[in-house]
């Protein structure tokens, strides 16, 4: 299958998009890859919303940003999100570094890409940017938005921030609030990563950056996956030190490190837990059963929240030993369980 890849700018010329922060983004422009025929009023949409260190090439054919798709078993043709009954529109995050307004981007009126100078960015502003590219498209309303990791809490941020164009939100290995001990974590990387005040510059000043991009994706490979995926996917004598050390590699060549930072501060001041009452469409939850970082008993947690506020949301959990990725390989499960709640109604 292959995609249709875009660029949208969905605001006039001269105007600025506001953020949460109250800074101005001028010249807002959405990377976006489309599966499907578009043609609201017709063809029901669907809104894929990526993880935090993901790109936005979701499905069809080869590799973009050195990465295959990381959807492509579950959409196209026939497939659990089938792109002949449905219009799918996954579109790179801002503050993300694949072609959208980001740290890596152009600057408007200046030489040189954003940099340092990006601004702050909440999740709700990611959203808030899509929903104006969806409205430049004339998309009124989505019939679902599906997501994993952070896609998945973006996707239950549109349930909260837009309840009237979501239709249904698929929220895989993601939570409903983010915890302490992670937070303090994304922080302490924002700070190292993108702060101003004299301390964070001079470390930034001795601190090997490919060495530490390398190092956060080493770390973040050994939470994320688990023993037996590593003994599954890498069998023979050094495979998986060969195989890491790859993949650092590549992440050090592809992820902006301020984006990883802007993203961190992003991600860390996320909290809907006040807000469930507020959600209007069913909510699916999919931890994966084997994750160690969104575990079942924290996707639980969240659930029982989302019922006591009245929401109608059930609970899946992923079954298989992939950790974090199981909404990528436990294609069996996930087909069944999203073409049925797609089709709810």
């Not at 792109?83 to 995050?93: H, K, W, Y």
């Not at 100078?117 to 969806?134: E, G, H, K, S, W």
């Not at 639980?300 to 030993?321: C, K, S, T, W």
Request: with cysteine.
């Amino acid at each position: 299958m292959k995609a249709i890849h875009d660029t949208i700018q969905p605001l006039p010329r001269g105007q600025t998009f506001r953020l949460d922060s109250g800074a101005e983004l001028p010249g807002l422009e959405i990377a976006l890859e489309q599966y499907g025929e578009l043609t609201p009023g017709r063809h029901p949409v669907i809104l894929i919303c990526h993880g935090y260190t993901m790109s936005h090439h979701a499905a069809g054919d080869g590799e973009r940003f050195e990465r295959k798709a990381w959807w492509s078993n579950i959409i196209g043709p026939g497939l659990a999100i089938d792109t002949r009954e449905f219009a799918v529109l996954s579109p790179n995050i801002i503050g993300s570094c694949f072609g959208s307004s980001g740290p890596a981007a152009r600057k408007p009126g200046a030489r040189g890409d954003w940099g340092l100078d990006f601004p702050d960015i909440t999740l709700a502003d990611m959203v808030r940017a899509q929903a104006v590219m969806l409205d430049a498209m004339g998309v009124e309303r989505l019939h679902a938005v599906v997501g994993p990791s952070m896609g998945g809490m973006m996707a239950k941020q549109w349930a909260a921030d837009f309840p009237d164009r979501v239709g249904r939100v698929v929220s895989m290995v993601a939570p409903l609030w983010i915890s302490g001990q992670a937070r303090k974590q994304m922080l302490w990387n924002y700070q190292l990563l993108c702060g101003l005040d004299e301390t964070s510059v001079r470390r930034r000043r001795m601190l090997d950056m490919d060495g530490f991009m390398r190092r956060v994706r080493r770390v973040t490979m050994e939470t994320y996956l688990t023993d037996a995926w590593f003994e599954r996917r890498c069998s023979g004598p050094g495979e998986k030190e060969r195989f890491m050390a790859e993949e650092c590699d590549k992440f050090a060549r592809t992820f902006h490190p301020v984006s990883y930072g802007k993203l961190a501060r992003a991600v860390a001041g996320y909290d809907l837990k006040p807000r469930a009452a507020e959600f209007r469409c069913p909510v699916l939850l999919m931890p994966g059963e084997t994750d160690k970082v969104v575990t079942p008993n924290f996707a639980r947690e969240a659930e029982f929240v989302l019922r006591e506020a009245g929401v109608d949301v059930r609970l899946e959990i992923i079954p298989g030993d992939s950790g974090h990725l199981a909404f990528e390989e436990e294609t069996g499960f996930m087909t069944h369980h999203l073409r049925a709640f797609l089709h709810e109604g």
